[in-house]
């Protein structure tokens, strides 16, 4: 079993609805969360930074942590075109440097 | 542009030759990390520097496999005698080193081995 799993979709909707993006985890340890967008044949790009459980917000992005449940959400208001793209989970444990992945959903937003 | 750059960003070679990637990070930070990608999954993590000491390696890299960031600036990943499997894109990411642990990604290197 991966320490993160992520559902790779493809997940497609119209433009202008709200977007769900989940991963579960399965190490307790893990306590930074961050979300990464990557378009395609580029680098991945950091969208969200969260420390412990909580939500955080940022213009049309929120995220959330429920570490009791070892879940991670990402929502997207009034999605648009430019929103399509894979978006990457990562994670780690205090002190340690690597970011462990998920597999990443790859979103359509359709116009 | 300040973010992180790597070169080539593409790179096409046949089995058994070397090849040797370069990465620069965002000026000042003394964190530096190689990642691989394979087509449909997530950035696996490799190894990652913190100035020019290299602090932790992944199974991931085998013999055949050596970073180096020689001043503690950019850094290098050559792969020796390649093989059809090291075909992914390898990202280098920069972090500042405090006790923030955001990583900034450059747009990596594709390689293709023949």
């Known amino acids: 079993q991966k320490e993160v799993e992520q559902d790779p979709g493809p997940l497609s909707v119209p433009e202008g609805a709200i977007v769900s993006l989940n991963c579960t985890y399965s190490n307790s340890a893990f306590q930074y969360f961050m979300w990464y967008r990557q378009y395609s044949r580029k680098g991945p790009e950091l969208l969200m930074y969260t420390y412990s459980s909580g939500n955080k917000e940022d213009g049309r992005f929120t995220a959330q942590v429920d570490k009791s449940s070892k879940y991670i959400s990402l929502f997207i208001r009034d999605s648009q075109p430019s929103d399509s793209a894979t978006y990457l989970c990562a994670m780690s444990r205090q002190g340690a440097q690597k970011l462990v992945f998920g597999q990443g959903t790859r979103l359509t937003i359709n116009p | 542009d300040t973010g992180v750059s790597q070169d080539p960003r593409h790179k096409i070679t046949k089995r058994g030759q070397n090849v040797t990637f370069r990465c620069d990070p965002i000026?000042?930070?003394?964190?530096l990390y190689w990642y691989r990608q394979t087509l449909g999954q997530g950035p696996e993590f490799l190894t990652y520097f913190q100035n020019e000491a290299q602090l932790e390696k992944s199974r991931l890299l085998s013999d055949r496999f050596s970073a180096e960031r020689p001043k503690g600036s950019f850094s290098t990943l050559e792969i020796q005698r390649t093989e059809q499997g090291d075909s992914a894109m390898y990202l280098c990411?920069?972090?500042?080193?405090?006790?923030?642990?955001?990583?900034?990604f450059g747009p990596g290197t594709r390689l293709l081995v023949l």
């Open positions: 000026s000042e930070h003394n964190r």
């Open positions: 990411a920069s972090s500042p080193g405090l006790a923030e642990e955001t990583q900034y």
